[in-house]
């Protein structure tokens, strides 16, 4: 957090503890840099650019 919005790395995941989505916000809840989404079982299904 810096001035009250996030910044910095993110991680979420799905109920069996595999990440579905991991990226970094910049100035709040923006997305910066590239944006990755796996499914369920971790695999890579895409990665976004985002500006």
Do not use: A, R
Not at 4 to 16: L, P, V
């Amino acid at each position: 957090m810096k001035n009250n919005e996030e910044n910095g790395s993110f991680e979420d995941f799905y109920e069996n503890g595999k990440i579905h989505w991991k990226g970094t916000y910049l100035n709040g809840d923006n997305e910066h840099d590239t944006l990755y989404e796996y499914d369920d079982t971790g695999i890579l299904l895409k990665d976004v650019l985002s500006v």
